[in-house]
């Protein structure tokens, strides 16, 4: 089950930002209306808000870069939760943005699993 656990994660992780270094459009797709972003402490709710949000943020293209996935099993059934710290790399500048972020992921009947929770934040310091 732990084994299960970490590579649904791992392969999420790595769907999740591929999609958002190239194709942030896509990542509706992985998002239902109950689904809540808080993104630097503002809290969003919804696939139309949440897509608005990271369409909204002041830059286009960015890499991210992972240092370290941690995955849980959630007290939902079949639930897994996935924190993952790393840096964010964007165009022209020098030095990266270190991050975390959190996802609730809950898995639906066609097999897969959707984003009921995404925390992020930048790391200062």
Not at 59 to 80: A, K, M, Y
Not at 91 to 119: A, K, Y
């Amino acid at each position: 089950m732990e084994h299960q656990v970490e590579m649904v994660g791992r392969a999420f992780v790595d769907h999740y930002y591929n999609l958002f270094d190239s194709d942030r459009v896509s990542l509706s797709s992985l998002y239902h209306p109950t689904s809540m972003l808080s993104f630097e402490g503002q809290k969003v709710q919804g696939v139309d808000e949440i897509c608005s949000k990271l369409k909204s943020l002041p830059f286009g293209q960015c890499h991210h870069v992972i240092s370290t996935v941690d995955t849980q099993p959630s007290p939902f059934p079949g639930g897994i939760m996935v924190l993952v710290s790393g840096s964010l790399h964007l165009p022209g500048e020098d030095h990266p943005l270190r991050f975390s972020q959190m996802f609730h992921l809950i898995p639906i009947p066609e097999g897969s699993f959707f984003v009921q929770n995404d925390v992020f934040r930048l790391n200062y310091g």
